[in-house]
Each structure stands twice: as C-alpha cells, then as structure tokens.
C-alpha cells in the first residue's frame, strides 16, 4: 500500500499506540515511527520488540519530518500534551488521538491546535484486557470498529487520510459527532464497567458466613469480573472526562435495576419475564 | 464403576436432566434412567437420543423399581412434584434435585416427603446458554462444582450416595447449609445475571439519537448480554424462590453503584482508582 503518512510521532507507545504503530507499518500506510512518552523503559521494550524505528528525546526531535502526530497516552494527558505541541511549527501536522471520549474534548484540542495543525479525533474499539506494549498486536484492529468524531472545522481532506490509517490497519470506520460518541460509549462500554466494578465490589464486601463467594461463582460473574480487570487509572479518566454522559447513564440503569427489584419484591412473574424476554430478544440480534 | 443407584427417575429431562442422564450412565454410576415430564415431545426427543432408557406414562409406573428421583424441572414445580410424589409408596427411594435455589424449599420438601423419603437438596453449578435436551452432555458436570444441602434430619448415608453420584460424574461436591447456599447464589450468580438484565434493558431504552448503541458495542457489553440470554422462566422461578437474598445482595449491589457513582460527579480520581484497584486484584485471584 502507498504510504498515506511518511513519519508519524506517537506519543505514549501502549497496547493501543504499539499496536497502531505494528500494523501501520506491516501495512505499509505509515513510512516510519517515532515513539515518545513519559515512560523511558516502556520506550526502550517498544524498540527492542521492534515495535517503533527509533525513541524521540524530545517533542522537538520528535516533530522532525513529521506529518502524523498520535495522542495515545491516557485521556487525562492529551490537553497538556496538545499545549505542549501547540508551541511547536506544525506545519503539515495532522494530529489525531486513540482517546476513549470525544465531545469536549475534541473541541478543546481543536481550539489548542487552532491554526497550527488540524486534529482529527479518532477512537479505536479494540482493547485487551492486557495493557503495555508488550501486549501489542499487528492485528489488533483487523476487523474492529473505529468511530472518528469530526467537527465542522475539520477539513474533509484531513478526515479522509486519517480514514484511510484506519482502514489500511483493517478497521472499519464510522463517523459520529464528538458529543453522541460520548452518549454511544457511555452507554455500550463506560457504564458496563462501571456496573461491574460495583458488582465486585459488591461481591468483596457481602457477608457470606465466612465462605469465600469466589469459590461458588460460575462463568456469569467471572464474564463479569474480567472487565472491571483493566487499568484502573485509564478508568478513572474515563469517568471523569466523560462524567456527564456517564451519569446520565448510570441513572437511567439504576431506574431499570430499581424497577427490576420492585418486580421482585411484588413477585410479579409476569412481568419478570417480559423483563427477562425482552432482553434475551436483544441478545439473539448480537449473538 | 458400581452403580450408585438401580433405576433412576428423572423428571424433567432438559440440558441439566438429560446431562444427569446422560454422564450417570456413561460413567455406570446408575444402571437404567426413565424420564416423566410435562412436554412429552421433549422426553421422545430424550429417548430417540438415547438420553434416557425409557419414557413413564406416569409416576406409578415411573417409580417401579426406583431408587433415586432427581427433580430437576424449572424450581417453581418442586412442591407440586413433591406433593405428587407423597402420594405414591416411597420406600427406600432417595430424592434429590437440581435446583438453584435451597434454603427454604429444602426445608419445605423435606417436610413433605417426611417419613417416606430421604429428600438430600443438590445444586450442580453448570449450565449453558442453551436449554433444552439437545443441548445436553456427558461431560457437563466434569470438573464443575456441585453443591449438596443437607439439614439436620439427613441422614449421612443418604447424603454419602448422593455425593458418590456426583462425584462419580466427575463434580467437585461442597457441603453448605441450605440457608448459606441462597446467599451465596444470590451474589455470585442470580445478582450478576439482574445486573446484566438491568444494562440490556438499559441500552434498550437509552436515547442515542437514532444510532443503534450494538453497532458500537466492544467485548465488555457481549459478556453481558450473554447471560442475559438464559430461559425467562427458568430466572423468573429464581427470584421468586430466592427472593430474600436475593433483594438483600440487589440492596447491598445498588449500594456500591451510588458510592461509585458519587466518587464520579465528585470528580474523585483517587478514591476511583482505589475503587477500580480492589475489583481488579479481585479478578487476579480467580483468573
């Protein structure tokens, strides 16, 4: 494939930004990258395991010959590093990000990077329970879905080569306004976590008579407890930058759970298993 | 091995009768298997499998000969099948059941099978999310748990032929109080299934500007809904039957999501990685 990018920065070489910076060059949509981040060691495993071409001292040498520029580091970071970018020539720069939220976000980066380099805001769905670059995979996106979040501002020419990364890694694009992105993953990713991080809370904390509940569970709460496995501080910025959309969320799931329970305690059967029906309906789609 | 028991009667002969059936004879551990049921196109189905020897037209001829009676038909039948059993000569027959649900309905049948026939509460932790008896399968309980309750008026040689028909299945057998058995249930199995009830009735109901929320559903949500996919009827039963622990656990459960979800619009990032830290040391235990 003809390279659509000739150098690209990638700022926090992790399971995500290693994993991109694999499959773009097996690819070939990306001629050469450059690995940058806060954590020396980390860079040094991603050049030994072959996974960038070379460690950037600084955002300066990083930039050199640069047209790509990936925010991959946690979401509670990208606003410091745009600012950190915007003191930089950007010429030619496309910035773009694998962040778990958009909406603000995006705006605000945009407004960074206002008349320096166009940012495009990019968002993967693929993740491993494993986190770090020596859980990276050329294959990671094969297949998976990748939602970009352009604004009015971005220009169509900007979109389309940040497209055709993405489809050149194998992923299939969607595009979706920043602000219904954070809606649609506080929904479908955010709140099943945060659901079932309470239910190991929950789990941790019953009084059993001393047994150990672990021992009794089966496959439904160990599906469960594999998502609250991941990392706890990329979770934590989740929350936090995405917080109005989650709790909009959350309330509308602790209606259902609460209605859920008044059937219970009624012993209203029926309704039970309209409730149960409903779901199980749903469940036969996605299967 | 020496069979256990002579002459088997299986009521209800689903994925968990017909998978009794099925690895009991399999391993010799019972000589000869009738199936009684309410659906009899479901027990000609068992038979032209070879799930079970023989169907019985009712429990008169379903007793002759028999030694073991496993309940194992939807939780919500146990007292009508237990009444109808008290009707009929019981003598030296051991009666055990399925069931997800213990506590109380142990007590209960126990009482009415009182002075006719040792009844020994089981509950093997297996399942699938299919039902039925084409799902069924000789090496179901293999390795799985299965948990006896007996009380006080067991005797331990009834409670000892039980367990060897277990574990002559291939299960891991633990003994817990009956009472002991529903709390532990209702947390690591009947909450986590409300739970995911809860959430797919959630993204149901959310309001995402028109985009179907499964579209960008990543792995976390599919665990979920998986289990949400399991027979109405059969769940509507379990929280009928269990519904004391079951509301206690769905209290201490909906505790945990508002504590988490204050922590969100506090904006407490250390109090959530703490949150998210214990869930996750949680999950290294068991995986």
């Given at each position: 494939m003809k390279p659509i990018f000739k150098k690209a920065l990638i700022i926090g070489v992790g399971l995500i930004g290693g994993s991109l910076a694999l499959s773009a060059r097996a690819k070939g949509v990306v001629r050469e990258i450059v690995g940058l981040g806060r954590s020396q060691r980390s860079l040094q495993r991603a050049l030994e395991l072959g996974v960038i071409d070379a460690v950037a001292k600084d955002l300066k040498e990083g930039l050199q010959g640069t047209d790509l520029v990936v925010l991959?580091?946690?979401?509670?970071k990208f606003e410091e590093w745009a600012l950190a970018l915007s003191?930089?020539?950007?010429?030619g720069v496309t910035v773009t990000d694998v962040g778990s939220v958009k909406g603000n976000l995006v705006i605000k980066l945009e407004e960074i990077l206002k008349g320096k380099a166009v940012f495009v805001g990019g968002h993967p769905i693929a993740g491993k329970e494993k986190s770090g670059v020596?859980?990276?995979?050329?294959?990671?996106?094969?297949g998976a879905l990748c939602i970009l979040t352009p604004t009015p501002q971005t220009p169509p020419e900007s979109l389309k080569r940040v497209q055709s990364l993405w489809e050149g890694v194998g992923s299939k694009v969607s595009i979706v306004d920043p602000f219904l992105h954070d809606k649609l993953l506080a929904l479908v990713s955010h709140l099943p976590h945060m659901v079932a991080y309470a239910l190991v809370n929950a789990v941790l904390d019953a009084?059993?008579?001393?047994?150990?509940?672990i021992f009794y569970s089966g496959g439904g709460f160990r599906d469960f407890s594999r998502i609250a496995a991941s990392s706890e501080e990329m979770w934590a910025d989740i929350c936090l930058q995405n917080r109005d959309a989650l709790v909009d969320m959350l309330n509308l799931y602790q209606e259902k759970l609460s209605e859920l329970k008044e059937k219970i305690i009624n012993g209203n059967r029926e309704a039970l298993c309209q409730t149960f029906h409903r779901a199980k309906e749903m469940r036969g789609k996605i299967a």
């Open positions: 991959a580091m946690p979401v509670g003191q930089h020539t950007l010429e020596e859980a990276s995979q050329a294959t990671l996106f094969e009084d059993v008579g001393g047994h150990d509940p």
